[in-house]
C-alpha cells in the first residue's frame, strides 16, 4: 500500500477527451485525490 | 460543493476526482451534479489497487449504516440514477503534499463511509502551515 506516490508509482488516467494524463501532470501541489464509487 | 472548493483553493490545494468509470460517462455526471473539480477516469483500477481501496460485499452494501446515508440523500432529493458497473468497488480519499506524500488516507469500509469535507480541508491546512516560509 502506498505511502508515498513516488516517481515509480506515478498513474496514466484518461480525462473526459479520451486523453491520457499523468498524475504528476495534474497535481502541482498539496491535492485530495477523491477516488469514487460507480457513478450513480 | 462551491464553498468546499473555494476553501481547499484558498489553503494552495487542488482536487483530483478518480473514477473507474469509461471516460465518455465523465462529462454526464460532471454536468449532472455541477462538480468543479478535475475528473479523470481509471478504468483498469491500477490506481484503485495502487491505493488499497477495497471491495464491499452485499451485506455491508445493505446495511443499515448505508441504507440510512441513502434514505438522508434521497429525502434530499437525490436520486440514484442506475449503473450497470461494479457496486462493490469502493472509494477512499486522500491528500498528498507537494512532494507526493500521503499526509491522510480513508479507504472507506462501505458507501457511506467517507470523511467529512472539513477533515480533508483540515488535513490540507496542515500541510500549508507547516511549510517553511520563504523569502
Known amino acids: 500500500m502506498l505511502n508515498t506516490v513516488n516517481r515509480t508509482s506515478d498513474f496514466a488516467f ?3 477527451s479520451g486523453a491520457t494524463v499523468r498524475l504528476f501532470d ?3 501541489g498539496p491535492t485530495i485525490l477523491i477516488f469514487l464509487r460507480h457513478l450513480a | 460543493m462551491r464553498r468546499i472548493h473555494d476553501a481547499i483553493l484558498a489553503a494552495g490545494g487542488s482536487v483530483l476526482v478518480i473514477t473507474f468509470e469509461p471516460p465518455e460517462r465523465i462529462p454526464f455526471y ?4 455541477g462538480w468543479p473539480f478535475a475528473v479523470v477516469s481509471d ?3 491500477a490506481a484503485y489497487q ?3 481501496l477495497g471491495s464491499a ?3 455491508t452494501l445493505f446495511g443499515p449504516r448505508v441504507v440510512l446515508e441513502y434514505l438522508g440523500l434521497m429525502a434530499k432529493g437525490y436520486r440514484p440514477m442506475g449503473s450497470d458497473s461494479d ?3 469502493l472509494g477512499g480519499d486522500f491528500v ?3 512532494d507526493r506524500r500521503i499526509v491522510f488516507a480513508h479507504r472507506s469500509n462501505d458507501p457511506a463511509d467517507r470523511p467529512a469535507a472539513e477533515e480533508l480541508l483540515r488535513a490540507l491546512r496542515s500541510i500549508s502551515s507547516s511549510r517553511p516560509c520563504e523569502g
Do not use: L
Open chain 2, 50 to 52: 495502487a491505493f488499497g
Open chain 1, 26 to 28: 495534474m497535481t502541482k
Open chain 2, 96 to 98: 498528498i503534499d507537494a
Open chain 2, 87 to 89: 457496486v462493490h468497488q
Open chain 2, 43 to 45: 478504468p483498469t483500477r
Open chain 2, 30 to 33: 460532471v454536468e449532472a451534479h
Open chain 1, 14 to 16: 484518461i480525462d473526459a
Open chain 2, 57 to 59: 460485499g452485499w451485506v
